[in-house]
């Protein structure tokens, strides 16, 4: 069984760390505790991007813009990757969604990569969860409520809004992630162990 490793606590801590497999070697960013870029190191661009808000009714929803796309990146991050990345055209001018990968990157696209979606959405979700939230609500976009229930174990949420809500477990997710398991010591979350392609039996 092939695994690759992501360092969650150098993420949350210093606001980057590197996910590198065979294929593809990327760089994970964090701003603030509400948006996730992932850049491809090779060819120095952002090929994907999760954004959530832990203050709102509904977490994950669209794609942020001004003022919050201006939070800044980490010093740490600027010192060690910033001639790399820096400048970049964001993503999200292109897309209304608060969670977007570019198609290469997905499950079986032709980067090779796989579960990068899953690793986005474990970020977040371990993110809220360290913020003392027990559960992670989203605003699904299109036809994606169907994803989320099946990949997550996302629930319908009570809720008076006309538009559907759902809910996500923060506890019972991270011990069910499909293709994720979490490394911690004292509670405390150090590594996500990602499967690799050889091991995938579903997207």
């Known amino acids: 069984m092939k695994w690759h490793t992501l360092n969650y606590r150098n993420l949350s801590d210093e606001g980057f760390a590197v996910y590198q497999t ?59 990757f910033g001639k790399l990345i820096f400048p970049f055209n964001d993503l999200r001018s292109g897309h209304d969604v608060g969670f977007f990968v570019k198609k290469p990157y997905r499950n079986k696209g032709e980067k090779g990569v796989w579960n990068l979606d899953e690793i986005l959405m474990a970020i977040a979700l371990e993110t809220a969860r360290e913020h003392g939230l027990v559960v992670f609500t989203i605003k699904p976009t299109g036809d994606r409520a169907r994803y989320y229930r099946r990949k997550f174990g996302a629930e319908t949420w009570p809720t008076t809004a006309t538009d559907l809500i759902l809910s996500i477990k923060l506890d019972t997710i991270r011990k069910n992630f499909k293709h994720i398991e979490i490394v911690e010591t004292a509670g405390k979350t150090l590594f996500f162990k990602v499967q690799g392609a050889q091991t995938v039996t579903g997207a």
């Open 22 to 80: 065979d294929a593809v070697k990327l760089l994970f960013t964090l701003r603030g505790c509400c948006m996730i870029d992932v850049f491809d190191l090779e060819i120095c661009r952002p090929i994907g991007y999760l954004d959530f808000d832990l203050h709102r009714d509904a977490i994950l929803a669209h794609a942020f813009g001004s003022p919050l796309i201006g939070l800044p990146f980490t010093s740490q991050l600027r010192r060690k």
